[in-house]
């Protein structure tokens, strides 16, 4: 039977920057990877000519199609408005609280995805630095069954300066041999300014050994280090 494995990515470059991988790792296990896409209305594209909200965000989904097709990864989008649609800026979307109403507009798409579909684990962010947007999906992750594992990542580049997290099951991804389909994966997204992000991404690979993951859920460690083959279980 084919394991079924959901990451939960806020933006359309997410799991590339935190978890490419790990990724790469589990569908060369043979693992049918899904990824949802949460926030997909956006006008942030700092490598690109325009912030017009319709534009960025086709230029935004296209990029992650063709991130998509490379990868392997079974693609599914929702259509929420990112934090800057909505009236947050670079500072004011760090650290700040998720509207209500966004919260529960994450969890009813995730919750359907799930119904639908079933998976096996999920792979949520942490909400490492504090993106609203993170938070949101976070917390919609937050309100799946218990029995179903999930276990967040680190997000980046958000998560590089941060002290580990208090509690929890540590999981560490060996990804040294994974790099360079991780550094492809990056580079689906020129719009993100992936060049810039490269850099970060691999002074957290250095530091840490890989690419982490956080549970409080013994099976869902279990589970990731038995697919991946290469995930090493750390106590805290």
């Not at 942030?44 to 017009?52: E, I, K, L, M, S």
């Not at 500072?91 to 969890?107: C, F, I, R, Y």
């Not at 799930?114 to 976070?138: F, I, Q």
């Not at 099951?169 to 550094?183: C, F, I, N, T």
């Amino acid at each position: 039977m084919i394991t079924r494995v959901l990451l939960l990515s806020p933006h359309p470059d997410d799991i590339a920057w935190s978890l490419g991988g790990t990724l790469a790792g589990l569908t060369g296990a043979g693992v049918e990877v899904w990824t949802l896409t949460f926030f997909t209305r956006s006008r942030y594209a700092p490598g690109h000519r325009t912030q017009d909200v319709e534009h960025v965000s086709a230029v935004r989904a296209a990029e992650e199609h063709s991130w998509a097709g490379a990868t392997g990864v079974v693609l599914l989008r929702g259509e929420l408005a990112d934090s800057g649609v909505r009236g947050y800026d670079d500072l004011t979307e760090l650290g700040a609280q998720p509207e209500p109403d966004v919260v529960l507009d994450a969890s009813a798409l995730l919750r359907g995805v799930v119904d639908r579909h079933g998976m096996d684990a999920v792979l949520a962010p942490g909400s490492r630095g504090g993106h609203v947007d993170h938070t949101a999906v976070r917390l919609a992750a937050a309100g799946l069954p218990a029995e179903l594992p999930v276990l967040h990542y680190d997000d980046l580049p958000y998560a590089v300066t941060l002290a580990p997290p208090a509690g929890g099951q540590r999981v560490l991804v060996d990804v040294a041999d994974l790099w360079d389909a991780k550094e492809a994966g990056m580079r689906h997204f020129p719009s993100q300014c992936w060049q810039d992000t490269l850099p970060v991404v691999r002074a957290y690979a250095a530091s840490v050994g890989g690419e982490q993951l956080w549970t409080d859920n013994p099976a869902g460690a279990a589970l990731l280090s038995r697919l991946t083959a290469r995930a090493v279980e750390v106590a805290l």
